[in-house]
C-alpha cells in the first residue's frame, strides 16, 4: 500500500479503508466495493491525470 495524502483526514470517519490503484489493479473496482461492503468511493485524481489515463477503463 502506497502512502495517500487524504488518508489521516479520512481514518476517523470511517472503519475500513479500501484502497485500489487502477495503475496496477486489473480487476473490477465494483466487485472489490461489493467483496467490503463499501457504499462510497472517493476517486483521488489531478485533473491532467484524469484526462489521459488509460487504465480508468477498468473502472466498470
Known amino acids: 500500500m502506497r502512502a495517500f495524502f487524504g488518508t489521516p483526514l479520512l481514518v476517523p470517519s470511517y472503519r475500513r ?3 485500489v490503484d487502477p495503475r496496477y489493479y486489473r480487476g473490477s473496482v465494483a466487485e ?5 461492503g463499501a ?3 472517493l476517486f483521488c485524481y489531478s485533473l491532467e491525470r484524469l484526462m489521459t489515463d488509460a487504465n480508468l477503463q477498468i473502472i466498470k
Open 32 to 36: 472489490v466495493c461489493k467483496e467490503y
Open 39 to 41: 457504499q462510497e468511493l
Open 17 to 19: 479503508i479500501v484502497m
